[in-house]
């Protein structure tokens, strides 16, 4: 028992370890101002799910035989095999198995009020004679609950915009305002998120996958604002978001995108910029080369039980 405890400890720390510098090279390149916003969320994508697959133990039972140039840690197989021992592990599991039965809480009752939020907006179309519309293969609906736009849904997103949307913006900002959703939906963001917020479930106590939440909300609405200035609707945009947040206004945005109103402003209102293609292609490249330099330095140190060379 002792042994499987220790070689679980191990694997989960050189996993983490190697995740974290990868998170650290990510935080710095997305800090970098060139390079679209499109590419830096994919770059934090790339990151979260890092953080959540195990590709060093995955390498182990699948390839074990042929990585015999595989090497152990020593300092850290120590360090796993110690508090193994003894209450350390049993205490350290506790409060782990706390924090991530709170975090399972608190996102199931996100679920369970955004699934009834669009249960409820589904039902009263289905009922009015405003039922919607399709946008480029979208479903488009009409709800009185909802005070922002927003998608629903995670395997077969749909858009929801507020009753009266229509009146208050004028044809091209509601255009802005579909484009911005329909990147949203097409992208599946909100099983990205769902993804990542399972593995901020697991890894609640690393302030790299609370920072990489938090990057990937800002460059999700940033990255679909591109969108909208590709499509020269930027403008329109602005005056959506600034009649959307009027306080004197019924309908406002949702805490969640107002929170970065500064940056999409800033970034929309800007003049145009020149192409990003080769600043992206570049930060696009470095972070591949050091995520493919993490998931080696992984499978290098956890492809062969360290147990069994000591």
């Not at 913006?169 to 993804?195: F, G, P, Q, Y």
Request: include cysteine; glycine fraction near 6%; aromatic fraction near 8%.
């Amino acid at each position: 028992m002792h042994e499987h405890i220790a070689r679980a400890l191990y694997y989960f720390e050189i996993h983490v370890l190697y995740a974290s510098m990868v998170g650290l090279a990510a935080w710095a390149l997305t800090s970098i101002r060139g390079g679209s916003a499109t590419t830096k969320y994919w770059i934090w994508v790339a990151t979260s799910l890092n953080f959540v697959l195990p590709v060093g133990a995955m390498a182990d039972k699948l390839w074990a035989s042929h990585l015999s140039w595989a090497a152990p840690l020593g300092i850290i197989g120590d360090f796993a095999n110690t508090i193994s021992r003894g209450w350390t592990a049993a205490i350290l599991s506790a409060v782990w198995l706390l924090g991530a039965t709170l975090m399972v809480a608190r996102l199931s009752s996100r679920i369970h009020a955004e699934r009834r939020d669009a249960r409820a907006a589904a039902d009263q179309s289905a009922h009015e004679s405003k039922r919607g519309f399709l946008a480029h293969g979208v479903p488009v609906r009409f709800a009185e609950n909802r005070q922002a736009p927003a998608v629903d849904g995670v395997l077969h997103p749909h858009i929801s915009l507020p009753n009266g949307i229509d009146r208050l913006l004028s044809a091209h900002e509601l255009d802005a305002v579909l484009i911005h959703e329909l990147t949203h939906a097409r992208r599946r963001d909100n099983l990205i998120r769902l993804i990542h917020e399972v593995s901020f479930c697991m890894l609640w106590f690393h302030p790299l996958v609370w920072i990489a939440g938090s990057r990937l909300a800002l460059y999700r609405e940033l990255s679909c604002d591109e969108s909208v200035i590709q499509s020269a609707l930027g403008e329109e945009l602005v005056s959506a978001l600034a009649k959307l947040a009027n306080p004197e206004r019924p309908l406002l945005l949702q805490a969640s995108a107002s929170s970065f109103i500064s940056h999409r402003l800033a970034r929309l209102a800007a003049p145009p910029q020149p192409t990003y293609r080769a600043a992206s292609m570049v930060l696009s490249s470095a972070f591949g080369a050091v995520l493919l330099w993490g998931i080696c330095g992984t499978v290098a140190h956890t492809a062969c039980c360290f147990l069994a060379k000591r």
